[in-house]
Every structure is written in C-alpha cells, then in structure tokens.
C-alpha cells in the first residue's frame, strides 16, 4: 500500500483495536490524524503503519503507546505527497 492510496476519513485503529482517530491529511512520511475525544490532531509516521484494509489503517502500537510517541508535534520539514508517477518509479528501484 503506497501513502497515495490512503484517505482523509479512513479509521485509524491502534494495534490493540482501539480507535486512535480519523485521517484528516495524507503525507509523504505521516498521516495527521484527528484523535477520537481529544482536540490536538495525531501526525503518525508512515512507520507506524503495519496494515490497511477496507478504509481501516492499523497501527504497530497500542492506544497508550501512541499517546506517549510525540506524534502530536507537527514535521518540521515539508513533507508534501508525491503524487506524480516518476516517484512512484524511483520508489520501486
């Protein structure tokens, strides 16, 4: 699954099912993700991201780990998604 596939409103789910939020926005290296409850959003790392299926991303952490990761702190670099087809070629090589 590229990040390009991925979609604001999708559910974001922690590795112990439990629901961290929605995807808002989709990045190159992260998905800022609204927090169920809560008001800061979440940029969980691509990293982070151990499955997808049916508009559900799943998550290698569990719910109070995800909490404790610093992911409610914004990149510090651009982090625009490459959508044009030269990266996705560059990707695989």
């Known amino acids: ?10 559910t974001v789910l922690t590795s112990d099912s439990q629901r961290l939020g929605t995807i808002k926005e989709v990045s190159q290296n992260y998905v800022r993700t609204s927090r169920s409850g809560l008001s800061a959003d979440l940029y969980v790392p691509a990293s982070a991201i151990a499955n997808v299926t049916d508009g559900t991303v799943h998550l290698s952490v569990n719910h109070r780990d995800a909490g404790e990761m610093g992911w409610d702190q914004a990149p510090r670099t651009d982090d625009t998604l490459e959508t044009s087809p030269e990266a996705d070629l560059d990707r695989h090589v």
Do not use: F, Y
């Open 1 to 10: 699954m590229r990040m390009t596939d991925l979609k604001p409103g999708w």
